[in-house]
């Protein structure tokens, strides 16, 4: 996702996707400033019996397609009444034909955060959150200074970066030091007992956040806030996720691509821009396609709104195709280089996070835990996601395993130590789902 340098300050990805179905949740604050924020509680998911039907024939159409390529819709849609919208309606109207939408600041006004974090005003309460938080090392991003396509980090205390934001301020929306913007703050994960937001049925199945939950290492819930002028540079999400973001108070402008129009913006080199809002992008030298793009989907986010951003848009993700670049890379090498394919796999996850072998774990992880869901038939325990839910996921899970199992790349992958081989893994969820399908 993306905010132009001109928006007030947020980028929200946090994952759940359509083919991944992995969910990142973000809170932020911004309005001369902005938070947001999102907690994660199991919460059933409520997926019944018709929308798992449906849902199965959507992607036997896809026919392992991509979801959502082309034009941007004309408008986002918008949903009002929390009573009136369901987890099937969310299913069949939004995150299968992958489109994206706003819900109204109804669905979030029992939240700790936004009853703790903002004054009667609509303000970010600074006094609030220096007693709270003041003394905790937050990372902040200074969005004047481009470093490849991101910005540089330095760490701070809150106190320091709440007294330089109000300076920021009342120096005009100036300041010596750039603009920062406190980004990627795991306040969720460094206090587990905060109340600051409770998890919206249609975000309950979360891969990313229930695989690093099991390893109890990291997370991908975020904070982020920063005054009028912060913004993130152009990008996309890992593993084509979702993710759906929550302005505590303040505003803010989106600017979003469906999937396959970041490859017109690319320049004459194959680089995607780093501020799709930059004059650059009209020198048709620089830029050969741009006209050939749409314009961007644009939505202003109130206080309390949440943003749904579906799968693939922003970027196209490059969680293989960045394999590919890494081995073209260091082709020259390959014949003088021992092991070249394990260093291409070292790259590759220094590069994008991951690598094959760590992507096939944190399937396996997921897989695991909906495969135990379905063999006890634990649908009507009252916890969890439910077994319509588990049945849908192991789906994804069972397309997205098939072919990484049939990549050439992951072949070359030494799995004789996994604790359960991929091959296995695949037929033990295809008989799964077979059966969790069967009339």
């Not at 070359?412 to 969790?436: G, H, I, M, W």
Request: proline content about 7%.
């Amino acid at each position: 996702m993306r905010v132009g340098p001109k928006a007030q300050g947020l980028v929200g990805r946090k994952r759940g996707a359509l083919c991944l179905l992995v969910s990142r949740l973000v809170l932020t604050v911004s309005a001369p400033a902005e938070v947001r924020r999102r907690v994660l509680r199991p919460v059933r998911s409520w997926m019944d019996r018709e929308t798992l039907a449906l849902a199965d024939r959507h992607f036997r159409g896809l026919g392992g397609g991509v979801p959502g390529v082309g034009q941007a819709p004309g408008r986002v849609a918008f949903i009002s009444e929390p009573g009136a919208f369901s987890y099937a309606d969310f299913v069949r109207g939004f995150l299968l034909p992958n489109l994206p939408c706003v819900f109204s600041s109804a669905f979030t006004q029992g939240w700790g955060s936004r009853r703790r974090w903002v004054t009667p005003a609509g303000r970010p309460d600074f006094d609030h959150l220096l007693r709270t938080y003041g003394d905790v090392v937050v990372p902040v991003a200074n969005c004047g200074v481009q470093e490849y396509n991101s910005n540089p980090k330095e760490h701070m205390p809150l106190r320091d970066y709440i007294t330089y934001w109000k300076e920021y301020i009342e120096g005009g929306y100036s300041s010596p030091r750039g603009c920062l913007y406190l980004k990627d703050w795991h306040l969720c994960r460094d206090f587990p007992v905060e109340d600051v937001f409770t998890l919206p049925v249609y975000f309950s199945s979360d891969w990313l956040n229930e695989f690093w939950d099991a390893l109890d290492v990291d997370d991908y819930r975020f904070v982020y806030a920063g005054p009028a002028g912060s913004w993130s540079p152009f990008h996309a999400d890992i593993f084509r996720s979702f993710s759906w973001s929550v302005n505590v108070c303040g505003r803010k402008k989106w600017l979003l691509f469906p999937p396959g129009q970041e490859e017109a913006l690319r320049d004459r080199h194959g680089n995607l821009p780093y501020d799709v809002t930059s004059p650059a992008l009209c020198d048709t030298h620089l830029h050969p396609r741009s006209q050939l793009a749409g314009p961007p989907l644009e939505i202003t986010q109130e206080a309390g709104e949440m943003v749904f951003v579906p799968s693939g848009w922003h970027h196209q993700v490059h969680n293989l195709q960045e394999l590919c670049a890494v081995q073209e890379e260091v082709s020259e090498w390959r014949d003088s280089m021992p092991d070249w394919h394990h260093h291409c796999q070292v790259i590759m996850r220094s590069c994008s996070g991951i690598n094959f072998e760590e992507f096939y774990h944190f399937l396996k992880v997921i897989a695991e835990k909906r495969l135990l869901v379905l063999r006890e038939a634990a649908a009507e325990d009252g916890g969890g996601l439910g077994f319509e839910q588990a049945a849908f996921d192991a789906g994804r899970i069972t397309e997205v395993l098939a072919s990484l199992v049939a990549h050439p790349n992951f072949q070359r992958v030494d799995t004789s130590a996994f604790s359960v081989r991929p091959k296995e893994l695949l037929q033990q969820l295809r008989e799964a789902v077979d059966a969790a399908v069967a009339p």
